[in-house]
């Protein structure tokens, strides 16, 4: 596929935007340099071994646990490894970044009455790190950590986990993530909309993500959203 310098999205049909942060409003990049590189140059210097035995090591890890709750949990890794993680975040906070034009993206959507909800399978530690770094808080209705839930996107039971706490309609429902297997999960659930990341890290080249429409920046949203009505009011049908 190609990408496009505008993605078209009927945004009459949209009442809210569920999006992802790492990968997605956030640079991967931040993640990729702390659990790739400076996780294991830490860890092999507590244990006396070279940084690649580390890296070995904790890369069969990591691969032994992806798309679990415990992969995306400070907590266990803390245990796991002997370190305060979230504190170990910290060395490296500077690298955290928002994306480019995710403000303008997110400013639009409220000033055309569409419900922002932030959905991450960060941990609360992580999330508050971003939260506090990047100020992104004041810019959602809604703010959903799965480990509030007990689940994480990908997994079965997730998305019904969500709707009882934040009600949506998942065929007027936009939903951004970077991860296929998340985008599939949600796509099963029954959502109508659904936009792929291509570009997580900054620096790496950006590809498209089989089975779904990719975007490789919130630019190419900003166009049809510019030219799309307000809402008469940002609810979804949630009760409070």
Not at 114 to 122: G, K
Not at 188 to 210: C, E, M, N
Request: hydrophobic share 40%; charged share 25%; glycine share 8%.
């Amino acid at each position: 596929m190609t990408y496009q310098d505008r993605i078209d999205i009927d945004w009459t049909r949209i009442d809210a935007v569920f999006l992802d942060m790492d990968g997605t409003l956030l640079d991967l990049h931040f993640d990729n340099h702390f659990w790739l590189e400076h996780m294991p140059r830490r860890y092999a210097e507590a244990r006396g071994i070279p940084v690649a035995t580390a890296k070995a090591e904790l890369h069969a890890r990591y691969h032994d646990l992806t798309g679990t709750i415990e992969w995306y949990c400070l907590d266990h890794w803390s245990r796991e490894l002997g370190f305060d993680v979230a504190l170990l975040k910290r060395e490296v906070e500077h690298l955290i970044a928002v994306h480019p034009r995710v403000i303008e993206f997110l400013e639009l959507l409220g000033a055309r009455g569409r419900r922002r909800v932030l959905v991450t399978n960060a941990h609360q530690r992580a999330l508050a790190l971003k939260l506090e770094r990047t100020r992104l808080a004041g810019h959602f209705e809604h703010i959903i950590c799965a480990h509030d839930l007990g689940a994480v996107k990908e997994t079965p039971g997730f998305w019904s986990r969500l709707q009882a706490i934040e009600p949506f309609d998942a065929t007027r429902t936009l939903f951004v993530d970077d991860n296929p297997r998340v985008l599939r999960a949600a796509r099963d659930y029954g959502f109508d909309w659904l936009l792929a990341v291509g570009a997580p890290d900054s620096r790496h080249t950006p590809r498209p993500v089989d089975g779904f429409t990719t975007i490789t920046g919130f630019g190419e949203l900003i166009p049809g959203l510019t030219a799309a009505q307000s809402t008469g009011s940002t609810s979804t049908g949630r009760g409070d």
